[in-house]
């Protein structure tokens, strides 16, 4: 009786220690996962925070934008170093961009086209996946339209006319609306009428979210009459 006894415990003691070897790799599998578990919430809520500290930093500079832009000796320099500080103190948000994006309209402000231009195109090369891309490429060619240089001039113009032609840019009314403009400024008014008309089609049965150039395109087709 003591030997199957010996050999039971013996049995029981082996299955024990088989158990506890092969539950140290589980717990070291579950401790990993809780880890990764664990780290990934303490960067959303990282990132939660960066971003809502981005925008709480960025809000007061958009009104002091817009205050400039009402003003009538408006200290754009000042502006635009505040925007730069904020860049900086920024400089992993997400809304990066977006700073860029009035840095932008600042240096227009002041005429610096060439500078205004440089970081317009670094940004289109950094949001080219975003979906207001077709955005900042139109003005990205409107700024080239306004340069002296007849090469940079054509290359505004030709991307315009490929924004304009392109029925998967959502942005599309826009570029047709500044194509239209750009010809009625140069006195070709047959092709503002086409390229205005053909926007004017395209929503006639718009409802959802109506294009805001129709009216003003319309208000300049009716003087033709």
Partial sequence: ????????SDFFQSFLETIEEQSKPLFLVAA???????????H?????YREKSTQYDFSPLIEEYEAMIQAKDPEWELLLEKFEKQYEKHSSSSLLAY??????QILLHQHKHEQALAILEKMIRDLTTSPILPLYQTEQALIQLDMPNDDIRNRGLQSLKTLASDQTNIYRDTAQFYLGRYYWAIDDIESAQNIWQQLIDEQHDEKMAPSPWVQFIQDKLNLLE
């Fill in 99 to 104: 700073y860029l994006g009035y840095k932008v």
């Fill in 1 to 8: 009786m003591s030997i199957q006894k010996t050999k039971k």
């Fill in 44 to 48: 959303k809520m990282w990132v939660t």
């Fill in 32 to 42: 990993l996962c809780g880890l990764l578990i664990a780290s990934f919430f303490a």
